[in-house]
T-cell receptor, first 116, second 113 residues
Framework: DTGVSQDPRHKITKRGQNVTFRCDPI?????LYWYRQTLGQGPEFLTY????????KSRLLSDRFSAERPKGSFSTLEIQRTEQGDSAMYLC??????????????FGPGTRLTVL | GDSVTQMEGPVTLSEEAFLTINCTYT??????LFWYVQYPGEGLQLLLK?????DKGSNKGFEATYRKETTSFHLEKGSVQVSDSAVYFC????????????FGRGTSLIVHP
């Protein structure tokens, strides 16, 4: 198992453009999470999926953000009409999702977005 | 709501020094507590965790004890190495809810030879 992977690792875009990030979780993991991390801060929760169902979204996730996990495997996070304030590291994590106290999230390396 | 407060960094130490990074939390229920580490250019990795009061999590020489009476989960290591230089995040997750963790702001550790 190669762990959680994310693509691309870096993305530079101009304000107003749309961007899409991909996350491939650990294969047997049912849960997949998206976070945003800005410099000097801890990760902030955006949304998560249990299999293909999106169960919770943070109020940080504006209407310009959308996430999908169509077959319960990989997930995509799309940001439409990007703004400079969207510049951040976008982290993906996965876990077994067995609702136990030992459920542990495993993080990918992140996608660093820079909006010019 | 739930929150985590960590001591501000950077923490700068010489190799073989003793490390303490303070973490306190606020939670309505009985959370699980975690320490994650982020090495330069890498994603977060789980370092250790504890799921109930008085549990001690340990890994790679690091330890932290879940103290319910002081709502704390301080990270300690007896002798740090240069390779321990990283950012350390304390986090909690609500066991009665969706297990979505709340993270602290992180504490940068710099270890000099």
């Amino acid at each position: 198992d190669t762990g959680v992977s994310q693509d691309p690792r870096h993305k530079i875009t101009k304000r107003g453009q749309n961007v899409t990030f991909r996350c491939d979780p650990i294969s047997e993991h049912n849960r997949l999470y998206w976070y945003r991390q800005t410099l000097g801060q801890g990760p902030e929760f955006l949304t998560y999926f249990q299999n293909e169902a999106q169960l919770e979204k943070s109020r940080l996730l504006s209407d310009r953000f959308s996430a999908e996990r169509p077959k319960g495997s990989f997930s995509t996070l799309e940001i439409q009409r990007t703004e400079q304030g969207d510049s951040a590291m976008y982290l993906c994590a996965s876990s077994l999702g067995d609702f136990s106290s030992t459920d542990t999230q495993y993080f990918g390396p992140g996608t660093r977005l820079t909006v010019l | 709501g739930d929150s985590v407060t960590q001591m501000e960094g950077p923490v700068t130490l010489s190799e073989e020094a003793f490390l303490t990074i303070n973490c306190t939390y606020t939670a309505t229920g009985y959370p699980s507590l975690f320490w994650y580490v982020q090495y330069p250019g890498e994603g977060l990795q789980l370092l250790l965790k504890a799921t109930k009061a008085d549990d001690k999590g340990s890994n790679k020489g690091f330890e932290a004890t879940y103290r319910k009476e002081t709502t704390s989960f301080h990270l300690e290591k007896g002798s740090v190495q240069v390779s321990d230089s990283a950012v350390y995040f304390c986090a909690l997750s609500d066991q009665g809810g969706s297990y979505i963790p709340t993270f602290g702001r992180g504490t940068s550790l710099i270890v000099h030879p």
